[in-house]
Structure formats: C-alpha cells, structure tokens
C-alpha cells in the first residue's frame, strides 16, 4: 500500500504498482509451475481520507515521557507549538522552560513567510528552507520513540521534536537529548 499526498502523484503511483503486479505475476509463472495468468479479473483499490499530523495547541506529555525529564513541552494556547518547540531550542532556559513567557516572540530570527499554523508534518520542509540554519527532526511516540520526519538537509542547529498527540490534536514539543533514555 503506498500513500498518495498529492493528485500529481497518481499516475506515478499507478505505473509502479501495474510493474509490483507484472512482477509478482512474472515471478509466480516463471517458477517452472507451468501456470499461465491470462487475466486480471479483479483489482481493489483502497482510498482514504487523508488527515496530515500537524501541530496545534498545548497537549500535556504522555506520563511515561514526562516522568523522564527529557522533553521541553511548552503550554502555548495558540496553534504555533512548532515555532514554541523551535524557540524553546534556539533560547533555552534551566527554569520554567514550559512558559510561553521565557521566551522572545517577535524577534525570534525565525522566518515564517506564507507558512500557516498549524503546521502540517509534511510543510516542516519549507521551514527548514526558509530557516536555513535549521534541521529539523520529528518523532512519534508510541510506548517508544519512533522516526516521522528526518531532514534531508545538512545546517549547524539539528532540532528533535517529540510529535504527541490526542483524539482532536497534535503537538510539537523538543526533545532536549534524544541520546536520553526516552525509550527504557
């Protein structure tokens, strides 16, 4: 099953999966089975509605990740999580890290052109582009970290957000040290 984000994906997407059949038909016929497949009588095709993992407003941490120590989450009550997560890395701070208040807002030397929050997973792209000195990193949690996002750009500041998330909402916090045992 391969997803498809965008309509220009389709034919793209179409062409690899007919050459995955022709394959599999190719492999299951040559193996001297003396079987012919003379056609396709049936294909199912399974569409979804796609809802894009964005971040929002503040979501307390999961119990097993607060107990850890290991994750700046801060409450902001606006849809900018992703630019708290990011101000929370560029000016940190060893006391009250979670309020909004510790950190700058206008003058952040963050560059938000035409991006709209909140931020869906897949336009953290065109915040690295626009913030050059920037990689940005996105992990899931589930019992354990896992990978959502990992830039393909090379920049002198790498960030690494913990993306959580409830039944209604998603948000961006950092992970201060992901050689933390966020995952034991």
Not at 163 to 184: E, M, S, V, Y
């Amino acid at each position: 099953m391969t997803p498809i984000l965008k309509a220009g994906d389709i034919p793209n997407a179409l062409d690899k999966s007919c050459m995955g059949i022709i394959t599999s038909i190719e492999k299951y016929t040559s193996k001297e089975s003396e079987w012919a497949v003379d056609e396709l009588k049936t294909l199912k095709l399974h569409i979804a509605h796609y809802r894009p993992l964005k971040g929002a407003s503040y979501i307390p941490l999961p119990k097993e990740v607060q107990t850890k120590k290991a994750v700046v989450n801060v409450k902001n009550r606006d849809n900018s999580c992703l630019r708290w997560a990011l101000r929370s890395t560029l000016f940190p701070t060893n006391d009250q890290s979670d309020r909004p208040s510790k950190y700058p807002t206008n003058d952040d030397g963050l560059c938000w052109d035409d991006i709209h929050e909140p931020i869906p997973l897949r336009d953290i792209d065109r915040v690295e582009k626009q913030n050059p000195n920037l990689i940005i990193n996105v992990f899931g949690w589930d019992r354990g970290v896992y990978p959502l996002r990992i830039s393909e750009f090379v920049a002198p500041t790498r960030i690494n957000l913990l993306l959580i998330g409830d039944k209604d909402k998603q948000h961006f916090t950092r992970i201060k040290d992901l050689n933390h045992p966020l995952n034991h």
